[in-house]
């Protein structure tokens, strides 16, 4: 893919609510083309609610969702959650067993998404997946039950990847795997997104986490954004707000790579 493919986001006071309960409250942000953001905040704050409102996977009461990029003049909008939208924007979720359907071999998972969007080359296409994540075709028969949660969250990464999209949202991808799986999968990811010129917005609860794969990133807390900043001045502890410090000494993985 070329940069002039890449894709951005642009998200203009979205509002989610349930039942009259406000979980996204007008909450805006851009995410360039190629640009790595991410979303923090405490459990509850709306950070994954935020993720499958740009899906189509949360009812948006109002605001919008926009794709950005050479590819999308005005007009040409695809609707958040249509065929079209999925094909640029793609989600990969927390937990890679309960998202992987336990009685379809990889090969199926992977096959699935080619097939509702009519792609003819499934074979290529999954065998290349496959050694995209680094797992290799020795993988494609066999089931979630068969593989460790690393490789799980593998073949996740390849189902989200397969339609070529050039968005991906990352909810929480790492955080159900142990900690040096956990830097596997990072690694995969960051190595994918420079390869692909891929777009990413990760949600994460671990500060550690977002610094190591995110230019930028937003805070959020109950519902609303309380500050947008670099991870730069994250890690120089350049934040304006006492909500965004008290997150960063509440999480010691990020008080460890700040000191190491
Ligand atoms: N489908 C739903 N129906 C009702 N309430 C919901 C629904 N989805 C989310 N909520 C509520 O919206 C709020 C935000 O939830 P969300 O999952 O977005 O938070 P989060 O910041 O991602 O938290 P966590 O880090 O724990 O996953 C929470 O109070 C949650 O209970």
Redesign the pocket.
Known sequence: MNASQALGLDVSQLRVT??G?V?VADTSFQVKPGESFGIV??????????LRAICGL?PRESGSVRLTGAENAPGTQPAPGSKAFRRRVQMVFQDPYGSLHPRQTVDRILAEPLAIHGVTDAETRIERALDEVGLGKGFRFRYPHQLSGGQRQRIAIARALILEPQILLLD?PTSALDASVQAEVLNLLEELRRRRELTFIM?S?DLAVVTHLCERLMV?QR?QTVESLSTLDLVAHRVSKPYTLSLMQASSGFRRTVEA
Request: aromatic share 10%; proline share 0%.
């Open positions: 349930f039942d309960f979980a905040g405490e459990s509850g704050s709306g950070k994954s609610t935020v949360a929480e949600v609860h959020m519902g």
